[in-house]
């Protein structure tokens, strides 16, 4: 039997988001692959409850789709997840399975501190996940985002760094060439580029110096640590080259990065993951509506029968290391 299972990438569409033609077209083939997508998404009850339940999910933690927000659409979609989540409390049916995670106006930096803190304190929230990268292209190594980073050290919440849409530069520079414009998309996106994208992101982060201002800043990275741990040891080793910093690479790995498995279902990469990665920082999530909670779980069952973990790292990885970091509680048990 697998213990409690908690998910922490697990995603929704706002009001506002359904109503964007530039959304619809950025998830056409989405749309166009996975059945009911659509339906999914602007669900937050009945539907996702009942998958949650197909994939024996104990708790998820909720987080808005990536794609370019208004400060005032993003406020808009915290408080109608916020809502949706303190309905789901009330149903005295079923015990409390939601918890959130703030969006952010990636592309006003000078309102995402401001947007997160309300978040946290008023809303509850237990982090964010945000976009890795503005509409414009922007990372957020620069001072203009040192506020959010210092929000979320100070109020000891993660941010999770989601992949995004790459700009018009990134799909035409790299991601276009003799194949169907359907191949470029997938290519561009959720088949490799969209990966590639966090891991150089959180390798401009460390480049900064900005775990050496903020020692205790928590970053999640997705679908099995976004490439970086099959390539941890060349960066350990060439990292010191980039600035000197006082705290390496490896220690802002093993301290600062959690990771989770987020619709990668090959047992495969754990044993890569397991040997250079703090288990404890390893953390089980499913990439709902975008992958189907129930191979989430044979996923789960597939890694306790492999021999790589023990019962106890099992549980870690399953919920423990989620109620460790986010302050959440697995509530609901499946025979």
């Known amino acids: 039997m697998l213990p409690p299972l908690i998910t922490l990438e697990e995603h929704f569409f706002s009001t506002a988001a359904s109503s964007s033609a530039t959304m619809q077209s950025q998830y056409s083939e989405q749309f166009k692959h996975i059945p009911s997508l659509s339906q999914k998404l602007s669900d937050l009850s009945t539907l996702r409850l009942s998958s949650m339940d197909a994939g024996q999910v104990s708790f998820q933690i909720i987080s808005h789709a990536p794609g370019s927000l208004t400060p005032q659409e993003c406020r808009k979609a915290n408080d109608q997840l916020h809502s949706a989540i303190q309905h ?164 802002v790995w093993d301290t600062n990065i959690w990771i989770t498995t987020s619709g990668n279902w090959s047992v495969d990469p754990m044993a890569t993951i397991l040997r250079n990665t703090k288990v404890g920082h390893i953390l089980y999530s499913v990439d709902y509506p975008f992958a189907r909670n129930e191979d989430g779980l044979e996923f789960m069952s597939d890694l306790q029968k492999s021999g790589l973990v023990t019962e106890e790292e099992l549980e870690m990885i399953a919920h423990k290391n989620a109620e460790a970091l986010l302050g959440v509680k697995a509530t609901k048990t499946f025979e």
């Open 88 to 251: 789901q409390q009330h149903q005295t049916q079923q015990p409390k399975r939601f918890a959130g995670f703030a969006v952010l106006p990636v592309s006003d930096p000078s309102a995402c501190a401001s947007e997160l803190t309300r978040c946290i304190k008023e809303l509850r929230f237990v982090g964010a996940l945000i976009d890795n990268h503005t509409a414009q292209g922007t990372y957020f190594d620069g001072d203009d985002y040192f506020p959010l980073w210092s929000a979320a050290a100070q109020l000891d919440v993660p941010i999770y760094l989601h992949p995004t849409w790459p700009t018009e530069t990134q799909l035409s520079t790299c991601y276009t060439g003799n194949f169907p414009t359907s191949a470029s998309k997938s290519i561009s996106a959720s088949g490799f580029g969209w990966h590639s994208d966090v891991a150089t992101h959180v390798l401009r982060l460390v480049a900064s110096g900005l775990f050496d201002k903020l020692p205790t800043l928590k970053i999640i990275i997705g679908h099995m640590g976004e490439m970086l741990p099959f390539m941890l040891a060349r960066i350990v080793q060439l990292s010191p080259r980039w600035a000197k910093h006082q705290r390496p690479f490896k220690e």
